[in-house]
Structure formats: C-alpha cells, structure tokens
C-alpha cells in the first residue's frame, strides 16, 4: 500500500516562511520526480515546483526566488520552503512523487493536501 503524509501547512503571514514536507511509505522501488502542486480558491491545479531523482529542479515563475525544493532519497521524503510568501500563495498544496511502486507499478502518487494560508 503506498501512502503520502504532508505536513506543514499552516498560516502566516505575508513576508513569512513555511516548510513542507512530504514522505512516502510502502512498497517503493525506484522514486524518480517529486513535485508539489497546488490549488488556490476557485483556481485549477497548477504545477509549482519539481525535482528529478538526479536533483534537477523546476519552478513556476511565480515562486522562482521564493520557494526551494529539496529531497531525502534515505527518507523518500521532498520538502518545500517557501520564504517571502504573499497572500496570491494561498492554497492548498498537494505533493506529488512519480515512482515504480510494488503494488501499482509506475504511476503517481498524491498527498493528501496541505493547506497554507498567507494573510495579516
């Protein structure tokens, strides 16, 4: 069985920081990208930041500056810092890890969402 647990989430306000975390248990194989996406209020799903198994990294131009994705292969953990949030940050964040797991073969898999609200 294969289970994402995020934690992190929480409210800050603008000019804050808060770091996400995302791991994964159960039959894993092989881990090859981690992301985190998220969904604003109203707004589709978009794709804020990736990191390949070889540390490769990818950012929405909207958090490039901002936010840092990072992984612990021992741990098949991803992480998001996010520094100098804005109230547009606000939503909620799901994390993402693309894998050859032992129940369910290459696939993704998805957390069970995080919310982050940024606000005075």
């Known amino acids: 069985q294969v289970q994402l647990v995020e934690s992190g989430g929480g409210l800050v306000q603008p000019g804050g920081s808060l770091r996400l975390s995302c791991a994964a248990s159960?039959?894993?194989?092989?881990?090859?990208?981690m992301g985190w996406y998220r969904q604003a209020p109203g707004k589709q799903l978009e794709l804020v930041t990736s990191?390949?198994?070889?540390?490769?990294?990818n950012y929405a131009d909207s958090v490039k500056g901002r936010f840092t994705i990072s992984r612990d292969n021992a741990k098949n953990t991803v992480y998001l810092q996010m520094d100098s949030l804005k109230p547009e940050d606000t939503a909620v964040y799901y994390c993402?890890?693309?894998?050859?797991?032992?129940?369910?073969?290459?696939?993704?898999?998805w957390g069970q969402g995080t919310l982050v609200t940024v606000s005075s």
């Open positions: 993402n890890i693309n894998a050859i797991w032992g129940t369910r073969g290459l696939s993704d898999a």
């Open positions: 159960g039959s894993i194989i092989k881990i090859y990208v």
């Open positions: 990191i390949t198994s070889g540390g490769s990294t």
